[in-house]
């Protein structure tokens, strides 16, 4: 655990880290998205500290875009932007809630690796949620689209 992290998030098998130097709003809207995310086997909420697995996945997100509410293509061009302030082994965390950005990003980080460019981008993690069913919720939309791309050296 890098010097700027807190205690892990477990979603989606990962154990995840919000940096430092995100926004206390940012960091709050990131828990509140996280929590949308399924929960592998029972596993710890928000805020509960528990071993890691040395196995699972350290997730380290550095930046965050909020696409929510955008029309192709911006929630990836977005994307791109933010990719220039994470650096190898940090992650960024991408919501964004037109369905064209599923097929852009997951394309745009697929082309990352078959392209020589010192930067590769793993799609860690890349999930639906659905929340159209919820007639309590009053959330402003129906379905999101989470994207956490993961920059590593690729030599």
Not at 29 to 58: A, F, M, R, S
């Amino acid at each position: 655990m890098s010097a700027d992290s807190q205690l892990p998030i477990k979603r989606a098998s990962h154990s995840i880290y919000l940096s430092a130097s995100l926004s206390d709003p940012e960091q709050q809207e990131i828990n509140h998205l996280l929590d949308l995310l399924p929960v592998e086997n029972g596993g710890p909420d928000v805020g509960t500290e528990t071993k890691i697995d040395e196995e699972q996945p350290l997730l380290n997100i550095k930046r965050f875009v909020d696409g929510r509410g955008l029309a192709c293509p911006m929630p990836l061009l977005k994307t791109k932007v933010a990719l220039r302030d994470v650096a190898a082994g940090e992650s960024l965390y991408v919501v964004a809630t037109d369905p064209n950005s599923q097929a852009d990003i997951t394309a745009f980080c697929r082309q990352s690796q078959q392209t020589q460019t010192s930067d590769y981008l793993g799609l860690i993690v890349n999930e639906v949620t659905d929340l159209s069913g919820n007639s309590t919720s009053l959330q402003r939309f129906a379905t999101i689209y989470h994207f956490i791309i993961t920059k590593t050296d690729s030599n």
